[in-house]
């Protein structure tokens, strides 16, 4: 009888009511009742929370917003919320503009490995293909043939005609000769 006295009173018509989670039926112990269980409360906040951190549930809410990449202007649709560039390219160029990046990028160390890899690069198979491809572009071919006309265009085809010239003179001097020697 004590129970029955602290206990709120149930009104019949309300009895009726549906969790906010599963749609179940709520067992009402008391007259707020929204949720069916702890476990159904605790699943509809952690959801919420989830959509105040940036998740976005598609079959909910359709597509996300077009974003603007800020570094190449490209629009995309954000998979992540905290995602603000289209690529991790455009990332790391926009990194390199920071005052961080800037001074990463200055420390000698840092510009040999790049002179390095870049003359690897240049001289693998790979790089060969693309810069042969670049060089058969019909704008560059134009390009290529204005600068070759020019004075330091000029000059700097016969300083590397020179080079090319010395550097073969060396080699057959330089070559290994195939007989054995006399002891």
Known sequence: MADAALSPKIEPDKAEMRCKWCSGLVKRRHPKARYCSEKCKQRYRNFNRSIEDGYWPKEMQGPRPPT????????????????????????????????????YFARNEVQERLRLSARRYSNSEKGKLAQRERDSRPHNVKRREEWSKSDHGRKVKAECQRRRASERALSLLLLPTQQTPEL
């Open 68 to 103: 603007r990449c800020p570094e190449c202007s490209v629009i995309f649709e954000r998979t992540d919320p905290k995602k603000v560039y289209c690529t991790e390219r455009c990332s790391c160029r926009a990194w390199r503009k920071t005052d961080v990046g800037r001074e």
